[in-house]
């Protein structure tokens, strides 16, 4: 694996596992946060960056929106993982981003199925939709895990993406037995749901 920050999850969850899949994720579930908080170079700056937002610097939430830019999302460009897309569907701008060669080679078995849509005006998003597959194989399900919280890491503010990544580790593991999962994260609204073979999480603007 030749990208080490998407990788960091994966590899963490791996030493977890001496007990099989469900052991292996209970685990990683409940240790997983205090794992990130370990991990001082990316969380320092996830906190710097947290600490410097005031009342001032950020936007007041726009009804229907996600207050998120396109530009904000397509910042995970800069990594070499990944490719985006811009088009327009049913009048809307939906900009797609795909695994480059490169992360198609580290991740074969997402490399097909794998996509994050960005969808609507690009200077205040309404809706994202990341694809990656459903499976009980724990390489699989750790290397999906990781791409889901790498795909949002620029698009979504550092506190929330922070208080997300537990959230979706747990969910991806539950969501083939317990059905949707839902949560709400400051004006944010995470939906990860079943779509026949694939599993895909939705972020809308909270109600």
């Known amino acids: 694996m030749r990208k080490l920050r998407w990788l960091v999850l994966p590899v963490f969850l791996f030493a977890l596992l001496g007990c099989g899949l469900v052991n292996g994720l209970q685990q990683a579930i409940t240790q997983l946060p205090g794992a990130l908080t370990s991990m001082p170079t990316a969380l320092e700056a996830m906190s710097t960056m947290a600490a410097g937002q005031t009342t001032a610097d950020t936007p007041a939430p726009s009804a229907g929106r996600l207050n998120i830019s396109l530009e904000d999302a397509k910042k995970v460009e800069t990594s070499g993982r990944y490719s985006f897309t811009d088009a327009t569907e049913g009048g809307r701008p939906v900009s797609t981003a795909v695994l480059t060669a490169v992360a198609?080679?580290?991740?074969?078995?997402?490399?097909?199925?794998?996509?994050?849509?960005?969808?609507?005006?690009?200077?205040?998003?309404?809706?994202?939709?990341?694809?990656?597959?459903?499976?009980?194989?724990?390489?699989?399900?750790?290397?999906?895990?990781?791409?889901?919280?790498?795909?949002?890491?620029?698009?979504?503010?550092?506190?929330?993406?922070?208080?997300?990544?537990?959230?979706?580790?747990?969910?991806?593991?539950?969501?083939?037995?317990?059905?949707?999962?839902?949560?709400?994260?400051?004006?944010?609204r995470f939906t990860m749901k079943l779509s026949g073979a694939d599993v895909i999480l939705e972020v809308d603007p909270a109600p």
Do not use: C, K, M
């Not at 205040?124 to 399900?141: F, G, H, K, M, Y």
């Open 104 to 188: 198609r080679n580290d991740a074969p078995a997402l490399a097909d199925v794998f996509s994050a849509r960005f969808i609507g005006d690009p200077a205040n998003l309404s809706q994202i939709l990341v694809t990656v597959p459903r499976t009980e194989d724990p390489a699989t399900a750790f290397e999906a895990i990781a791409l889901i919280g790498d795909v949002l890491s620029t698009a979504l503010p550092p506190d929330v993406h922070a208080t997300f990544i537990p959230w979706v580790t747990q969910s991806y593991s539950t969501v083939s037995t317990s059905g949707e999962q839902q949560t709400t994260i400051n004006n944010l």
